[in-house]
């Protein structure tokens, strides 16, 4: 090995152990405390008011925003433990295996949707959001030969936008 690649950072990992990460933490479990507030308590009343369609839906999509919910703290959860100390990358790996980052999502455009409180769907909005986080995150410090494919390549960007100009300015 050569002396700077020995001297390489991994950003991702310094992400993971950042007031980033402790934020994205906080703000992670909060959400998972409002919503079980939300859903015990407003969101039961609120849901027996429902048309039968939204009423459905409503169920739906609560027992997926929960188990949304459930996988987001699982990662999160796993993630301090790592930060921590308390476990290794190799248990986290095994442990992750089970953690579902990429399922889940709501179809807005379900018949009923707009009938559901918007409190409920406020919440659903915000799982999503950390959901794309945490999975942008997963992928950087798990999988970063995936994640960088998922890069745009800024070379091609560069030549892309070069032709478009090109074209526009050939046209005039």
Not at 81 to 99: F, S, T, Y
Not at 112 to 117: E, F, I, K, T
Not at 139 to 160: F, T, W
Request: with cysteine; aromatic share 6%.
């Amino acid at each position: 090995m050569t002396e700077t690649s020995l001297n390489t950072v991994n950003l991702a990992d310094r992400m993971a152990n950042s007031a980033q990460f402790k934020a994205l933490y906080a703000e992670g479990m909060a959400l998972v405390e409002e919503t079980a507030n939300y859903l015990d308590g407003p969101g039961r009343t609120a849901s027996k008011a429902l048309p039968r369609l939204a009423a459905v839906l409503y169920a739906a999509e609560s027992m997926r925003l929960t188990t949304r919910l459930m996988q987001i703290a699982s990662w999160l959860l796993l993630q301090r433990a790592v930060n921590n100390g308390e476990m290794n990358r190799d248990q986290v790996l095994a442990e992750k295996n089970k953690v579902r980052l990429d399922s889940f999502n709501c179809d807005r455009s379900a018949p009923g949707w707009a009938d559901l409180p918007e409190e409920f769907r406020d919440l659903v909005e915000h799982s999503l959001r950390i959901q794309n986080r945490v999975s942008i995150l997963d992928r950087e410090i798990y999988r970063p030969n995936e994640a960088a494919s998922l890069r745009p390549d800024n070379e091609n960007s560069v030549q892309a936008q070069q032709n478009l100009l090109q074209t526009v300015f050939n046209k005039r």
